[in-house]
T-cell receptor
Framework: GAVVSQHPSWVICKSGTSVKIECRSLDFQATTMFWYRQFPKQSLMLMATSNEGSKATYEQGVEKDKFLINHASLTLSTLTVTSAHPEDSSFYIC???????????????FGQGTRLTVV | AQSVTQLDSHVSVSEGTPVLLRCNYSSSYSPSLFWYVQHPNKGLQLLLKYTSAATLVKGINGFEAEFKKSETSFHLTKPSAHMSVAAEYFCVVISHSGGYNKLIFGAGTRLAVHP
């Protein structure tokens, strides 16, 4: 199957600093990537849809100025957590859809996730 | 709107016994359904998917799921549990919203396997 690489796998940063997380589709082009947040022992919450060459679409309640998304190429999307605070500590996961013959055959491939700890 | 409900937050089985993880869906059209597995601090791996072809879907590592429209269910099964399958399992439905195919996740079921 297709591979999505997410980097870094874990990061510790000081409160007030910014952190960038990268999501790459290694062997396919992804016009759309998705960013999720997962709290401990909870499900994945969709934060935003990243669109190549245009602005990201954020889900309700997600601060776009806090979580900056850039999708500069067909294989790379980045999520920057700006002015991070301890409450931003979480597991962040990206995914990219590899399109099949029909929309119903679209399959999502996930990155390995990034554990962010803000101290 | 599309949604999935995982009926059990925790399931515990003995090694060698069958596994049943339950999922009910709600969809205004013929759904695309998936089961993903997540090991601790890892990304998600696709186990299997239903996309309106055969109702009994076979996945990796001996997992199966049966799409039952009359019951709006897509339960995941495995004949015999092994310690290695202890993980978090997510039932997922695709939502065609705003021109995108978004994944809607269930709350997850934590599967524990004991000797």
């Amino acid at each position: 199957g297709a591979v999505v690489s997410q980097h870094p796998s874990w990061v510790i940063c000081k409160s007030g600093t910014s952190v960038k997380i990268e999501c790459r589709s290694l062997d396919f082009q992804a016009t759309t990537m998705f960013w999720y947040r997962q709290f401990p022992k909870q499900s994945l919450m969709l934060m935003a849809t990243s669109n190549e060459g245009s602005k990201a679409t954020y889900e309700q309640g997600v601060e776009k100025d806090k979580f900056l998304i850039n999708h500069a190429s067909l294989t790379l999307s980045t999520l920057t957590v700006t002015s991070a605070h301890p409450e931003d500590s979480s597991f962040y996961i990206c995914s990219a859809n590899q399109k099949g013959p029909t929309p119903l055959n679209t399959e999502a491939f996930f990155g390995q996730g990034t554990r962010l700890t803000v101290v | 709107a599309q949604s999935v409900t995982q009926l059990d937050s925790h399931v515990s089985v003995s090694e060698g016994t069958p596994v049943l993880l339950r999922c009910n869906y709600s969809s205004s059209y013929s759904p695309s359904l998936f089961w993903y597995v997540q090991h601790p601090n890892k990304g998600l791996q696709l186990l299997l998917k239903y996309t309106s072809a055969a109702t009994l879907v076979k996945g990796i590592n001996g997992f199966e799921a049966e799409f039952k429209k009359s019951e709006t269910s897509f339960h995941l099964t495995k004949p015999s549990a092994h310690m290695s399958v202890a993980a978090e399992y997510f039932c997922v439905v695709i939502s065609h919203s705003g021109g995108y195919n978004k994944l809607i996740f269930g709350a997850g079921t934590r599967l524990a396997v004991h000797p």
